[in-house]
C-alpha cells in the first residue's frame, strides 16, 4: 500500500523530474512555430538581452553563442538539455570533455575519489533535481513569452 509521503517523494523523483522538462521542452517546441522570432527577444519582460558568450564549441570547431536573456538561445540551449536527456550524454560529455580540455589525468583523479559515493550520488541527485526544475520552469516561461510576443493570450501553462 501506499503511503502519502511515498506518493509526495514519487512526485519529486528524478525521473518525474525528467518527464516534466522533457514535456515543457516539447510543448515548447510544439508551440514555437517560427523560433527566429524569438531573437534577440529577453525571457524575462524587465531584463534585456546581456552579454554574448560562448557556450559550446563543436565538433566541427563552430561556436555558439548565447545571449543572458535571449529567447532564442534559451530556445536552442533547452532543445539540446532535452536531446541529451532522451538520446545519452556520451556525446555531449566528450564535447564537454574537449571545451573544458579535461585530461585523462583528470578524471583517473575523478574516479580514484569514491570514498562516499553514496554521498556524492546524494549531491549530485538533488544538483541535477534542482537544475531540471530550473529548466522546466525556463522553458514553461520561453513557452508563454512566445505566445505574448505572437499575441495570443491565454495559451500556455
Not at 117 to 136: A, D, I, N, P, R
Request: charged share 25%; aromatic share 8%.
Amino acid at each position: 500500500m501506499m503511503h502519502i509521503s511515498d506518493s509526495y517523494n514519487q512526485k519529486n523523483s528524478l525521473f518525474n523530474a525528467m518527464n516534466r522538462f522533457i514535456g515543457a521542452v516539447n510543448n515548447m517546441d510544439q508551440t514555437v512555430m517560427v523560433p527566429s522570432l524569438l531573437r534577440d527577444v529577453p525571457l524575462d519582460e524587465e531584463e534585456e538581452v546581456k552579454t554574448i558568450s560562448p557556450i559550446r564549441t563543436a565538433s566541427n570547431g563552430s561556436t555558439t553563442y548565447f545571449q543572458d536573456g535571449d529567447m532564442y538561445n534559451y530556445y536552442v540551449l533547452l532543445k539540446s538539455i532535452r536531446n541529451d536527456i532522451e538520446w545519452g550524454v556520451l556525446q555531449a560529455d566528450d564535447r564537454r570533455k574537449e571545451k573544458m580540455g579535461v585530461t585523462a589525468l583528470d578524471i583517473s583523479r575523478i574516479e580514484s575519489d569514491d570514498d562516499d559515493l553514496e554521498k556524492q550520488f546524494h549531491y549530485h541527485l538533488t544538483g541535477l533535481h534542482t537544475v531540471l526544475s530550473k529548466l522546466t520552469r525556463k522553458a514553461n516561461t520561453l513557452t508563454n513569452r512566445y505566445n505574448q510576443e505572437i499575441g495570443i493570450r491565454g495559451c500556455g501553462l
